[in-house]
């Protein structure tokens, strides 16, 4: 690792033997990816809070390069929150480093949803997505047949990203490039 790992805790004290557990841990994530550059581990003991207590949390903060992987785990028991906290930081750090080797998984199928509003005259319009959230979307963005060819209803195929204001479907498409489905489709703009 380039720089040192920062250990914290706060209500709790760390044993050396733990210290060097921990330690032991961050080496094996550098297995799965040598560009570390910084740990951050912080572990927060039970709350005496009405005499209930709480639960165990560790959290790890690791600096990669052009990002940060933030692993935060809570468990009834300081073992079972540092390997939950770990197991994570790994999962992470295994699809930063595909990522960053080019090995990412890719659908081969775009997901579908349902076109929910247009605006004919502003040229954008809305869609629900495969897991009910609502995309943006702009005329721009539809392929052929285009967006006069979009009705209220259309199963449409969409690519999304990450807009200014929110998830936006960047390339929409009708689903079997045809308008099927929309026949009979209300001519109102809006889909209540």
């Known amino acids: 690792m380039q720089l040192p790992l920062e250990l914290s805790a ?9 210290e060097a557990d921990l330690r032991g841990r961050v080496e094996k994530l550098e297995r799965h990816y040598r560009r570390i550059t910084s740990c951050r581990i912080h572990v927060e003991g039970p709350s005496n809070h009405h ?7 560790v959290r790890l903060d690791i600096t990669v390069p052009g990002n940060e992987l933030v692993a935060d785990k809570e468990a009834t028991t300081l073992a079972t929150a540092t ?3 770990f197991e994570a930081a790994e999962r992470q750090i295994e699809e930063f480093a595909r990522k960053r080797r080019g090995e ?7 997901p579908e949803g349902t ?5 004919p005259e502003e040229g954008f319009g809305f869609l629900a997505g495969e897991d009910g959230r609502e995309l943006y979307f702009h005329r721009n963005s539809v392929l052929d047949p285009g967006f006069d060819a979009l009705a209220v209803g259309a199963r449409v ?3 999304e990203e990450q807009g200014f204001e929110g998830p936006q479907a960047s390339t929409v498409s009708l689903a079997g490039g045809t308008a099927a489905g929309t026949a009979g489709a209300p001519e109102a703009s809006e889909v209540s």
């Open 10 to 18: 706060r209500r709790a004290t760390l044993s050396p033997q733990f």
């Open 51 to 57: 005499q209930e207590g709480g639960p165990w949390r």
């Open 83 to 85: 390997q939950d906290a």
């Open 104 to 110: 990412v998984k890719t659908n081969l199928t775009p």
């Open 115 to 119: 076109v929910l509003r247009i605006f």
């Open 157 to 159: 195929r969409y690519a």
